[in-house]
Every structure is written in C-alpha cells, then in structure tokens.
C-alpha cells in the first residue's frame, strides 16, 4: 500500500471455524473494509455461503479466496489461485495444450488451478488427479476429471508433463515432507516440471527432490506474488498488475 501511496493495510484476522460466516457478515457492514481475503481452510466454506455471487472460476472451483464488493456494494466471491497458477506456468514457457496435468491434492487451491486450466481452453482429458481419500471424488466426477490414489500412482506419474503439488505437504508441521519419493519422481519424463504451490522460506523438501533429479520447478513464491496481485487489482482496477507486481516485490525485499 505504501508503495503505491495507497491510504490503506491489511490487518490479519484469526477466527474459529464456526465463527467464520459471522465475522464475515460483520466485515461487511463496516464500510471502510473494501475486501478480505480467505485462506485454507476456509475456501470452500465461504464459496458456500456465497454461492450464486462468486466468479466463474470460484463458482467451478467450490473455493473463494477473496471477497471484494460488488457495484452494489454487497461481497462477491472470487478466486485468484487458479489465475495466478496459470501465469506462472505460462512464465516459465508452459504451453497449455498437448500437455498432461496431473494435480496433487483436490482442496480449493486444487480445484481452483484445474478451473482456470479450463477456462483456458485445456481439455479435460489432459487433468488429472491425484488423491489420499474419497471426500473430493463426487467433485471430481461431476466435472469429468480422471484421478488416482496416493497409492495407486505408478502408471500416473510417468504421464505427467506438469506435476502441481496442491496438497500442505511441505508446508508448516509436514515442512520435512515431501508428497513423493525421489523413486517416484524419477519416473517423470526429463523435461517435466512440478509446480509446488506451497510457499514457505527456503526450497520444500519436494522441490530439492526434483533439483536433485535434474527436473524443472516452478515454487510457490511466485504463485503467492501473482495471485496476490491480481487479488489486489481486482480490489484496485485503477492500478496495474505490472505496477502492483513490482511494488509487492519491492515490499517483500524491504522485509
């Protein structure tokens, strides 16, 4: 905000999960709060209750990330994962068609990142997921998406010309984790990369698997900066997400 001279902050709320809706309701009377932001896990829930307002992406997904308020002045959902996921992969030369997609984890960020690969023209057929348990499959076969169990991955991740880590292993308690082994790594093809959308100081124990294999890697402090500032230019239109970009960077590097 001050990079941009922009009279506001963000101030971090910390809620239980029956409290959730109601604090939500109470942000929203308060005039001077223009969005909020909704992180795991707490996605899907609020995609709930703002079903029927949400952005296509959100409303695919079953996730929002971000309330911001409509003309009306009421909070309309939206999800910039997905968005944020896409350019990331498209800035590091990923081509969107002719390429298999495998996700790791079927949670909001999850979906939300094979939405936007949709809404992209990607077919279905080319995403695929992997997951621990079966709460996500009614999702996953409602919208045509193939997937396979943790423990049922052999003949998967030899077709996987992206890899996207959506699941929190790496990340907090499960840092010294990595959602596969090195074995199972080395049966991705060479040029493949895995995109682990976990963001935390320091490569996760999954990408140091994959430098040490020679693959390609994408990590999450770039999807938490797109994502960010295309959340902040919804919430901002008159700025640019160039200038948001660079003016995040800045503040990130002032830390």
Known sequence: YEQLGIDARMQPLDTAPEQVV???????????VQAVLIAAPYKQLVASEFRGRTSSIASRSGAVNLLIRDKGEQFFGHNTDGVG???ALRNCGVSLSNNKFVIMGCGGTGRAIASALLENDVERSSIEFIVRRSSNVSWMTSNSMGFSY??????????????????TIGWGNQSAESPLTEVQLAQLPQDALVFDVVYQAGPTKL???????????????????????????????????????????KAIQQL
Request: proline share 3%; hydrophobic share 45%.
């Open 22 to 32: 109601s604090l939500i309701e109470l942000l929203a009377r308060i005039e001077r």
């Open 85 to 87: 996921a896409v350019i």
């Open 150 to 167: 943790f423990d049922q991955i052999d003949g998967t991740i030899p077709t996987a010309r992206v890899l996207i880590n959506c699941t």
């Open 207 to 249: 990408i140091q698997a994959c430098c040490s294999l020679g693959l390609r890697v994408l990590e999450g402090g770039e999807l938490n900066l797109l994502q960010a500032a295309k959340g902040f230019q919804l919430t901002y239109p008159s700025e640019s997400e160039k200038e948001i970009e660079q003016a995040m960077q």
